[in-house]
């Protein structure tokens, strides 16, 4: 199995900032995407931010400037550094891996979500 677990959710003023962090455990073979994405209720889950093995980034337009993925490859860690949070970023906020596991076909690719941490910027 390969287990994914998010942190460092909570309540900020707006204008503050948060760190999120991910680290996914288990059987893994290797990572090959990251990414982080949000929910707010009765609303889709959207892509916030996510960052390929190679290290490209690639951010939804409404974060862009304010927000930061990066990965830790040697901790199959991913963090999402906010920036300048508005109110409208409130959410419950997931992380997403994209893995090759060892305890099946190498040829296979995995996606697990963590269960998710809660955002709340207070205006």
């Known amino acids: 199995q390969v287990q994914v677990v998010e942190s460092g959710g909570g309540l900020v003023q707006a204008g503050g900032s948060l760190t999120l962090s991910c680290v996914a455990s288990?059987?893994?073979?290797?990572?090959?995407?990251m990414g982080w994405y949000r929910q707010t209720p009765g609303k889709q889950r959207e892509l916030v931010a996510s960052?390929?093995?190679?290290?490209?980034?690639n951010y939804v337009d409404s974060v862009k400037g304010r927000f930061t993925i990066s990965r830790d490859d040697a901790k199959n860690a991913v963090y999402l550094q906010m920036n300048s949070l508005k109110s409208e970023d409130t959410a419950v906020y997931y992380c997403?891996?994209?893995?090759?596991?060892?305890?099946?076909?190498?040829?296979?690719?995995?996606?697990?979500w963590g269960q998710g941490t809660q955002v709340t910027v207070s205006s």
């Open positions: 997403n891996v994209e893995c090759r596991r060892l305890d099946r076909s190498p040829y296979l690719q995995y996606i697990v």
């Open positions: 288990g059987s893994i073979l290797s990572i090959n995407g």
């Open positions: 960052v390929t093995s190679g290290g490209s980034a």
